[in-house]
T-cell receptor
């Protein structure tokens, strides 16, 4: 079945460091890919998405490129801030009514 | 525009008690979802609805029931709560089919079953 695998956390970085959170997927067909973010005490919110191969989603300085050849959708940011501390979820939707989420990666940014 | 709201925010139950969690959305969305979030497990889909009067099972439906009598509301019921149902529950909604559309999440309900 369809699945999402993302790097385990927690990930701890200093402010202004470069961030990469790896995400790979398994799916039949041509899924859409998402990154959701969950700030402490809140629900999830969409960070960015890509709906076809080679698309790049971007928002708030974060980017991820849909790589069909490597079945990946890695999240990157060039310079993280303390306010980026959160849990990040990679997810896919492959044509039915449901989204499949990864287990989440907790990110801590130190000032 | 409140988005997706959930009631209550916190609840403590004893084993065997029942309760209903309410989810409401004011965005006229067709699709609504109930998830549970447990440490190290990510989000798991319990039940979902593709429109008023419809419901369907997700990944972990056992021990839960749902109803969608009105388009804006999606209720999650626990008939006989068990400690294994201690979790944070999130409701979400989307306008279109999930493949390309964004899901909007509520703030969550933290449930503890003793």
């Amino acid at each position: 079945g369809d699945s999402v695998t993302q790097m385990e956390g927690p990930v701890t970085l200093s402010e202004e460091a470069f961030l990469t959170i790896n995400c790979t997927y398994t799916a039949t067909g041509y899924p859409s890919l998402f990154w959701y973010v969950q700030y402490p005490g809140e629900g999830l919110q969409l960070l960015l998405k890509a709906t076809k191969a080679d698309d790049k989603g971007s928002n708030k300085g974060f980017e991820a490129t849909y790589r069909k050849e490597t079945t990946s959708f890695h999240l990157e940011k060039g310079s993280v801030q303390v306010s980026d501390s959160a849990v990040y979820f990679c997810a896919l939707s492959a044509g039915d009514d449901k989204i499949i989420f990864g287990k989440g990666t907790r990110l801590h940014i130190l000032p | 525009n409140a988005g997706v709201t959930q009631t209550p925010k916190f609840r403590v139950l004893k084993t065997g008690q029942s309760m209903t969690l309410l989810c409401a959305q004011d965005m006229n969305h067709e699709y609504m979802y109930w998830y549970r979030q447990d440490p190290g497990m990510g989000l798991r889909l319990i039940h979902y609805s593709v429109g008023e009067g419809t419901t369907a099972k997700g990944e972990v439906p056992d021990g839960y029931n749902v109803s969608r009598l009105k388009k804006q509301n999606f209720l999650l019921g626990l008939e006989s709560a068990a400690p294994s149902q201690t979790s944070v529950y999130f409701c979400a909604s989307s306008y279109l089919q999930g493949r390309t559309d964004t899901q909007y999440f509520g703030p969550g309900t933290r449930l503890t079953v003793l």
